[in-house]
């Protein structure tokens, strides 16, 4: 069974930052584009951002552009979302995936922001 492990969730008051990390398999994180999602309460799943398997290509959401980045560090099969200025609205639990087709999926860590 693939383990996506994701770490970095917390509480911050509006304005803050976070930095969320995705631990994957070698063998799956070599091959796979990675992504984060997220799913607030009461809302469904949405991508929030995406990065191709060479690190080269990452795609973002209008809603979080300009204040989220997403990388990869191959060598340590980890991927990571840097959240900046969060605002209430960021919250949500966040996962990692892998793959976009019948994609592997991590546990979710919360996020929550105080205004």
């Known amino acids: 069974q693939v383990q996506l492990v994701e770490s970095g969730g917390g509480s911050v008051q509006s304005g803050g930052s976070l930095r969320l990390s995705c631990a994957a398999p070698g063998s799956i994180f070599s091959i796979k584009s990675m992504a984060w999602y997220r799913r607030a309460p009461g809302k469904q799943r949405e991508l929030v951002a995406r990065i191709s398997v060479g690190g080269m290509t990452t795609y973002i959401d209008e809603s979080v552009k300009g204040r989220f980045t997403i990388s990869r560090d191959n060598a340590r099969n980890t991927v990571y979302l840097q959240m900046n200025s969060l605002k209430p609205e960021d919250t949500a639990v966040y996962y990692c995936?892998?793959?976009?087709?019948?994609?592997?999926w991590g546990q979710g860590t919360q996020v929550t922001v105080s205004s």
């Open positions: 995936s892998a793959g976009r087709i019948n994609p592997y």
